[in-house]
T-cell receptor, first 114, second 116 residues
Framework: AQSVTQPDIHITVSEGASLELRCNYS??????LFWYVQSPGQGLQLLLK??????LVQGIKGFEAEFKRSQSSFNLRKPSVHWSDAAEYFC????????????FGKGTKLSVKP | ETGVTQTPRHLVMGMTNKKSLKCEQH?????MYWYKQSAKKPLELMFV???????ENNSVPSRFSPECPNSSHLFLHLHTLQPEDSALYLC???????????????FGPGTRLLVL
């Protein structure tokens, strides 16, 4: 069955520290992958996406993610976290022919300590 | 207005009421989506419209009725809802449906619905 796993429900990091949020997927077809961020009471904002090509993708707000096919992973990273990065982060996977049916993970809530 | 807008942002309704959620996209996209976001559960895709035709209906109860009069507007008509339908309802749009970068979805801010 198709699934997306975000193993960490809640992560707390200090401001200025590095961040890595994990995402693992199980998908029969060649996937395309997304990371979205959601601030409280808001919709989802696209951070970055991977369809093909370079497996290291750059996104907005200084985020990047690396697609590792052998590990079925698409982890999100940021070298130095800012207090404004506190939010919930969602990984999603889709594929050609999925008719827009993205599979979302349950999300990882990020808290930032001053 | 830019992006995807949704109205109202908050809605409280009784189980016997009828209400509608509205979504409008200003991105020139051809596909629109309704999602339900409940606490502790992953985002659930409810409906997908491409060029005003419904292409996906994920076993959603009939008390939810979508309408897509044109590629810029999407409605979700609600009637005789249950308390467990309380959630954040998100609308999204994409350039196309069918795979590839054009299927990147852009989300609105959502409507927070409370059913009493």
């Amino acid at each position: 069955a198709q699934s997306v796993t975000q193993p960490d429900i809640h992560i707390t990091v200090s401001e200025g520290a590095s961040l890595e949020l994990r995402c693992n997927y199980s998908y029969g077809a060649t996937p395309y992958l997304f990371w979205y961020v959601q601030s409280p009471g808001q919709g989802l904002q696209l951070l970055l996406k991977y369809f093909s090509g370079d497996t290291l993708v750059q996104g907005i707000k200084g985020f990047e993610a690396e697609f590792k096919r052998s590990q079925s992973s698409f982890n999100l990273r940021k070298p130095s976290v800012h207090w404004s990065d506190a939010a919930e982060y969602f990984c999603a996977v889709g594929a050609v022919g999925s008719q827009g049916n993205l599979i979302f993970g349950k999300g990882t809530k990020l808290s930032v300590k001053p | 207005e830019t992006g995807v807008t949704q109205t109202p942002r908050h809605l409280v309704m009784g189980m016997t009421n009828k209400k509608s959620l509205k979504c409008e996209q200003h991105l020139g996209h051809n596909a629109m989506y309704w999602y339900k976001q409940s606490a502790k559960k992953p985002l659930e895709l409810m409906f997908v419209y491409s060029l005003e035709e419904r292409v996906e209906n994920n076993s959603v109860p009939s008390r939810f009725s979508p309408e897509c009069p044109n590629s810029s507007h999407l409605f979700l008509h609600l009637h005789t809802l249950q308390p467990e339908d309380s959630a954040l309802y998100l609308c999204a749009s994409s350039q196309a449906v069918g795979g590839g970068p054009g299927e990147t979805q852009y989300f609105g801010p959502g409507t927070r619905l409370l059913v009493l």
